[in-house]
């Protein structure tokens, strides 16, 4: 049947118009290398070990309490949260999978204290990885879709003879030169950027192949859908309290349209439906002492999302400023974080200038 199917579609033509093999990671990461030259073959197969270490990640998520792997170690991280098994494996995965590739100088997570160098008996390579391992791991243990989020960064000139330090990862986000996600939900999806728009792979587990399935992805320019923990209301400054209310206000209030409200509580799948259907993320900063610097953090999920957010035509403020001008003066420091379609953001740019 197949030789059938093969001799059919022998003609260029014939095999251009119905593809049997679809376009995957590699295909997609070597156009961009070759055409583009927007990857260099170090950050090609940076991402392509990147989006390996995810698939065994998911893998692990999807056996869930058959693998033995929900609940909590009772251990706590530097952000002082409880760390989840499966938070600690995929970290564990991320760091194995990427210390031989000789893409590497160094590694940072949400999961260390601090910088994770490359061992000197692997090849040093010129590119900083940051990562939040599984981000909403509240959600693990309720089945709720969570997410792997990585960061690329060239070594600093300065850097390339000596050890790294912290202070070579302190690049503002518009340094990155690729950034992404991957989603285990429904659909294991890796979603990626690499600074030419932003594209989606669907994971083939049977073919264990990340299948290009969005060619370019683009958020809407408006919204009637907000993302935000209701529960902090009352913490809220003034101009997220102005534009929520008026939101809530519906066709009667100022913004004359009923808005939708969601709130995942796992970043990667609340902006994973913005690139969908377009919406606004909002988790900005409050009253209370521990958010006043916000709750997420910048390097590996504010910057990450932002450059994945305006590649697909959105924006990404900390309330006042973009994202990803802010100068990063600590490694795990938090952020107020607003992002998603482009008018929504900028009214409540506007409020915040206003107040
Ligand atoms: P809250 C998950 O723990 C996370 O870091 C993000 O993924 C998510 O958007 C946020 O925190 C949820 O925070 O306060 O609503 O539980």
């Not at 260390?112 to 590119?127: A, C, E």
């Not at 997420?296 to 504010?302: F, H």
């Not at 600590?330 to 953001?345: N, T």
Request: hydrophobic share 40%.
């Amino acid at each position: 049947m197949l030789s059938k199917l093969l001799l059919k579609h022998s003609t260029p033509k014939a095999r251009h118009s119905e593809r049997i093999l679809k376009k995957n990671l590699t295909h997609y990461l070597v156009e961009q290398q070759r055409q583009q030259g927007s990857v260099s073959a170090e950050v090609r197969l940076l991402i392509e070990t990147v989006a390996r270490a995810c698939k065994v990640i998911g893998h692990h998520v999807s056996k869930g309490a058959l693998g033995g792997v929900l609940g909590s170690l009772g251990s706590e991280n530097i952000q002082g949260e409880v760390q989840k098994k499966l938070d600690v494996m995929s970290n564990e995965i991320l760091l194995q999978a990427n210390e031989w590739g000789g893409s590497l100088a160094a590694m940072a997570s949400e999961e260390m204290d601090t910088v994770h160098r490359i061992p000197s008996h692997y090849p040093k390579g010129r590119n900083l990885l940051l990562f939040d391992p599984l981000d909403g791991s509240s959600n693990i243990d309720v089945n709720v879709s969570i997410g792997t989020i990585f960061s690329v960064l060239n070594v600093p000139e300065s850097a390339e003879e000596r050890d790294i330090q912290e202070r070579d990862f302190l690049q503002p986000g518009v340094r990155q030169v690729a950034a992404g996600y991957a989603i285990y939900g429904p659909q294991t999806m890796l979603i990626l950027t690499v600074g030419n728009g932003v594209v989606g792979f669907t994971l083939d587990s049977e073919l264990g192949s990340w299948v290009l399935t969005n060619e370019d992805i683009r958020i809407p320019k408006q919204t009637s859908e907000f993302a935000i923990n209701m529960s902090n209301y009352r913490h809220w400054h003034a101009p997220v309290r102005r534009y929520i209310d008026e939101c809530l206000a519906g066709t009667e209030g100022p913004l004359a349209k009923n808005y939708n409200m969601r709130w995942i509580a796992s970043m990667v799948a609340d902006v994973h439906r913005l690139l969908t259907r377009g919406g606004v993320f909002l988790y900005p900063t409050d009253q209370r002492e521990s958010v006043q610097e916000g709750k997420l953090r910048l390097m590996y999920e504010a910057n990450p999302m932002s450059f994945l957010i305006e590649q697909a035509g959105g924006a990404a403020i900390d309330g006042t400023q973009r994202i990803m001008e802010l100068q990063p003066t600590k490694l795990h420091q938090r952020v107020g974080v607003i992002l998603g379609s482009e008018e929504e953001v900028q009214r409540l740019q506007r409020y915040h200038s206003e107040a």
